[in-house]
């Protein structure tokens, strides 16, 4: 018989609950390291913690980093400009087309 554990009057048996919290970790750790990178997770958290910018070695995105992406598009909070940086490394040329533009809002 599989080792069980009683959760809320309800018998859970603790391989499948290994197993499911594993591809849940695999599934993280995939979005993490393929989606974002944890540069851009820890500098987005140091914004929220201190409402300033990495000053010292900033990540650079096709030569923009946070703090320029501000100074070109003021009205952009913390989480905008993060979510900016990604469409710059995902989508170059489009983001570029924004800059260029002057981040004309329709």
Not at 7 to 34: H, Q, R, S, T
Not at 77 to 98: C, H, M, Q, S, W
Request: charged share 25%.
């Amino acid at each position: 018989m599989a080792p069980a554990i009683e959760l809320f009057g309800m018998k859970i048996y603790v391989f499948p609950l290994i197993l499911l919290f594993a591809i849940f970790v695999c599934l993280l750790v995939y979005i993490v390291n393929e989606k974002y990178d944890i540069r851009y997770i820890s500098t987005f958290i140091l914004w929220l913690n201190t409402g300033k910018y990495q000053e010292e070695n900033p990540i650079k995105v096709e030569g923009y980093s946070a703090h320029d992406i501000v100074e070109l598009a003021n009205f952009l909070d913390g989480a905008g400009v993060f979510n900016f940086l990604i469409t710059l490394r995902e989508r170059p040329e489009k983001a570029k087309g924004y800059i260029k533009d002057g981040f004309k809002i329709k």
